[in-house]
């Protein structure tokens, strides 16, 4: 494998109540624990990072699509909701819902390029198979 870019985090502490941060020292976070799942609440969560970066990626391969077939995307926007449930195994799940916003596209085209950036994110290639992940093109 030809890699592009190797990204390193170091999570210290007590894992979801510690902190994180970058090789590079771009960002460092202090994590807690949601209050849903019994915690303060009091900081940044995995899951929380996970539809960030999750977000930004599939926005990434949206636009990439769009210009390879040279549709101008003005305003465009991705929404991600990451959910954590127990997986009635003894640990938990993760679940995804994207929300795309193409302003000006017409639906039949708007979804045709969320389906083709969805065959070309690497967070959905990651995650394809193993996890639901659930998309849905909005007008607003």
């Known amino acids: 494998m030809n890699v592009l870019y190797t990204a390193e985090a170091l999570s210290t502490g007590a894992g979801r109540d510690g902190k994180v941060?970058?090789?590079?020292?771009?960002?460092?976070?202090?994590?807690?624990?949601?209050?849903?799942?019994?915690?303060?609440?009091?900081?940044?969560?995995?899951?929380?990072?996970?539809?960030?970066?999750?977000?930004?990626?599939?926005?990434?391969?949206?636009?990439?699509?769009?210009?390879?077939?040279?549709?101008?995307?003005?305003?465009?926007?991705?929404?991600?909701?990451?959910?954590?449930?127990?997986?009635?195994?003894?640990?938990?799940?993760?679940?995804?819902?994207?929300?795309?916003v193409l302003p000006g596209i017409e639906a039949a085209q708007a979804q045709a390029l969320t389906d083709a950036a969805h065959q070309v994110c690497p967070y959905s290639n990651a995650t394809r198979g193993n996890i639901d992940v659930t998309i849905t093109v909005s007008e607003d």
């Open 21 to 100: 941060a970058t090789s590079d020292n771009s960002f460092q976070l202090d994590l807690a624990i949601p209050k849903e799942m019994g915690g303060t609440g009091a900081g940044t969560n995995p899951e929380q990072l996970f539809a960030a970066g999750y977000a930004a990626c599939f926005h990434s391969a949206l636009q990439a699509v769009a210009r390879s077939q040279k549709v101008k995307l003005t305003d465009s926007a991705v929404g991600s909701r990451v959910e954590i449930s127990p997986n009635n195994e003894g640990g938990y799940q993760l679940g995804v819902l994207l929300e795309v």
